[in-house]
């Protein structure tokens, strides 16, 4: 052994502590960061050739630096409801670039999830990675390849528009009066004559109601539901027309504003008849309105046939017991909220709720292959030829809000075959915290079905 060696072996061992201070340092400095991941120091002896048994060649200790990408953090309560964690495997899709919509930004990972809205409504963490999504068709539905990174876009809260919804579906739940006199003019009833129906005002009907529905522009439409007891047995006439009748154009035998005529037929026991009962009001009600507005079809649900679920011939007065109308006048954007499932909703002033992205989660065969970066992250680079992207059918994916405003609260971790999204996500550095961002690698997985959580 000579005295070089000796030295040698001393300075090795200090170069190898130094490294493993300097991790901690690390881990401690970014004790605030949210979605660090902390960093272990490894120890390998080097061993030198020995010249022989009655000699020792020293030859020291190096250390290797171990990125605890796939260990999982604390998680913490945020009051943001665009604060985001994952609970269990996979990264945000989030997009490094100079501004939300630079063509040349590249598609990174991340477990950041404290993400805000900037000045033009795009959310981004702190790091400055803009949070990508699919956009939603109309139906809820992904358009496109769930593979092809290029359907991806930029989440934005502001630039949504408001949104209006017209009316498919009426329900109704009523009584009518089975001991009620038959009006005389009954006699001469015909519906589709103005001197001897109810939309004219000619004949008194023996019930009516008002149903208020909703055209395609949101705007608010009066129909009135008017009924007459018949001269045969457990029939009613039936009468559906506008008020005023100037808002809808008749067509065929329909006139003064009517949009539907027929008979109500009841069993003897008073529930429904619909084998007996008019089939124009067992079909779409197809509207057409005036002033340029699009045509409405409506289905009218009148009860279970032998039911006395809708409507009923019982001897009590006749009453409307409850009614249904789906659809709402133009409303507002509110807020969003991101569901259990990764789908972002735009929540409207109107009480309607539109499904508008699908956050992805993308998955790694290796989480700690990826290399480490700026910005509470890594760059990871392929483990294959070609990167595999996929929507996950058999591993869950939630997106979930911490109810509990806590000051810090620990979380169970799912398994790698289980991913939670909770909000937010603020833990010690030793402890795993999620932070890592790659360049395309293995997976995406996406999910699309419900909400919750809400901006104002």
Known sequence: MSLYGALFSGV????????????????????????????????????????????????????????????????QTSDSATDLSIEGAGFFVVKNGTSATDSNGTI????????????????????????????????????????????????????????????????????????????????????????????????????????????????????????????????????????????????????????????????????????????????????????????????????TDGTANGMTQFASDSALISSSVDGAVFGNVIGVQVGDDGVVTALFDNGLAKAVYQLPIATFQNPNGLTRANGNGSVGHLCHSSARYRRRRHDRALYTRILEHRPRRRVREADHHSARVLRLVQDHPDRGRDADRAEPGEEIASRTTKTSGRIG
């Open 12 to 75: 090795s061992g200090m170069t190898a502590n130094s490294n493993a201070m300097g991790m901690i340092s690390d881990n401690i400095t970014n004790l605030n960061t949210v979605g660090y991941k902390g960093t272990d120091a490894q120890f390998v002896s080097l061993v030198t050739s020995q010249g022989g048994s009655d000699s020792y060649a020293p030859g020291g200790v190096k250390s290797t630096p171990r990125s605890l990408i796939n260990k999982p953090g604390l998680l």
């Open 108 to 303: 990174e990972f991340t477990r950041a999830g404290s993400f805000t809205p900037d000045a033009d409504g795009f959310l981004r963490n702190t790091a400055g990675l803009y949070l990508q999504g699919y956009k939603l068709a109309s139906d809820g539905t992904i358009p496109g390849n769930l593979g092809d990174l290029s359907n991806l876009q930029t989440i934005n809260t502001s630039g949504l528009t408001g949104t209006a919804e017209a009316t498919t579906k009426v329900t109704l739940r009523a009584n009518l009066q089975s001991t009620h006199a038959i009006n005389p003019a009954e006699a001469t009833y015909n519906a589709g004559t103005s001197a001897n129906n109810m939309a004219s005002g000619a004949i008194t009907p023996d019930f009516t109601r008002d149903v208020l529905v909703y055209d395609a522009q949101g705007g608010s439409k009066n129909l009135t539901m008017s009924f007459l007891k018949s001269s045969t047995p457990n029939q009613w006439h039936v009468e559906i027309y506008a008020n005023p009748s100037s808002e809808v154009t008749t067509s065929g035998s329909n006139v003064d504003g009517q949009v539907a005529t027929g008979t109500l037929a009841f069993n003897q026991d008073g529930t429904l008849d619909l084998s007996n009962t008019s089939s124009s009001l067992q079909s779409s009600i197809g509207i057409n309105w005036t002033g340029g507005v699009s045509p409405s079809s409506i289905d009218l649900n009148l009860g």
